[in-house]
């Protein structure tokens, strides 16, 4: 019996086709091919059907991962063990983000995860797709909004809260701005996934929704920032994200009783019997950042 061989064809199914299957394990596609094949002519059975356009699994074939994943599942588990015994985080970490929010919400931690546990390696992909962690060969993802149902563990990070800004030049110049309704008189830079036709913003147990003209619409919060620090209009931003401008003068919070939504942020991954020092470690480091960082002045 060849474990190789097991081992190949679960990961083909959990990767979903040859290619992505090697590229995980640094193998090339055809030495896949071969060992599922002959996988396939030991067990005398055919596992996968293969189309030009995808995998799927047979009967058998599905029989046979729910048991060699289950008993590949306990291998790698204990190896996990061991290397939790170890306690020194090695190896490389994968992690996914949302682009627009990746920079400025993992930053200082990996710097800080470089500096904590100097023989691991990070790797980030910065992304608005909703990625397969298991399928795609990542370690965890730091996820905004709302959670679909899944088989992965959360962890809650906080929450990203939305607000009003512009530049103390910008206000200077523009026309008064006391209540949301005036908002209708001035030029609003606006990140297009929080409304292009209007903002929805709350006071206590109040909600309105305020008309935009939609003069300067921009997928980018970093772009957005950035115009609004310049004086080209009001934004509305994460508070998070604003703090230093603030500090430093460049943007004034504007009607500070409103505010806009409040996004959840969650630190997601796989269930796993024996978590691996490399994840623990940035669970712990990512709980203690966030936690500084989105319960702060907003």
């Not at 190789?4 to 199914?13: D, I, L, Q, R, S």
């Not at 409103?258 to 942020?265: E, F, I, K, L, T």
Request: net charge neutral; aromatic share 6%; glycine share 8%.
């Amino acid at each position: 019996m060849d474990f190789n061989e097991a081992a190949v064809f679960v990961k083909v199914v959990q990767a979903g086709s040859f290619s992505a299957a090697a590229r995980q394990l640094g193998l090339p596609t055809s030495t896949i091919s071969t060992r599922v094949a002959r996988l396939e002519k030991r067990l005398g059975v055919t596992l996968l059907q293969r189309t030009t356009r995808r995998l799927s699994l047979t009967e058998a074939g599905t029989l046979y991962f729910e048991h060699a994943s289950t008993g590949l599942g306990y291998l790698l588990e204990a190896e996990a063990a061991l290397d939790e015994a170890r306690q020194q985080p090695q190896g490389t970490l994968k992690v996914t983000a949302p682009a627009d929010l990746g920079d400025a919400l993992l930053g200082r931690l990996i710097a800080q995860m470089q500096t904590s546990y100097p023989a691991l390696s990070v790797e980030v992909l910065l992304t608005e797709r909703y990625v397969d962690l298991v399928a795609e060969g990542l370690d965890a993802a730091i996820r905004t909004g709302d959670l679909p149902d899944s088989s992965l563990i959360a962890k809650s990070l906080g929450k990203i809260q939305w607000a009003l800004f512009a530049s103390p030049q910008y206000l200077q110049q523009a026309a008064s701005l006391e209540q949301p309704t005036d908002l209708n008189q001035h030029q609003c830079v606006q990140f297009t996934p929080m409304g292009r036709h209007h903002w929805t913003l709350q006071r206590e147990t109040t909600e309105i929704r305020v008309p935009l003209a939609g003069h300067t619409l921009v997928n980018s919060i970093g772009v957005v920032r950035a115009m609004a620090e310049s004086g080209q209009g009001v934004a509305l931003l994460p508070t998070f994200i604003c703090q230093p401008s603030v500090l430093q003068g460049g943007l004034q919070r504007v009607l500070p009783a409103w505010r806009g939504q409040a996004d959840a942020v969650s630190l997601v991954y796989p269930k796993q019997r024996f978590m691996a020092p490399k994840l623990r470690g940035f669970i712990e480091l990512a709980m203690a950042e966030f936690k500084a960082l989105l319960h702060g002045p907003s």
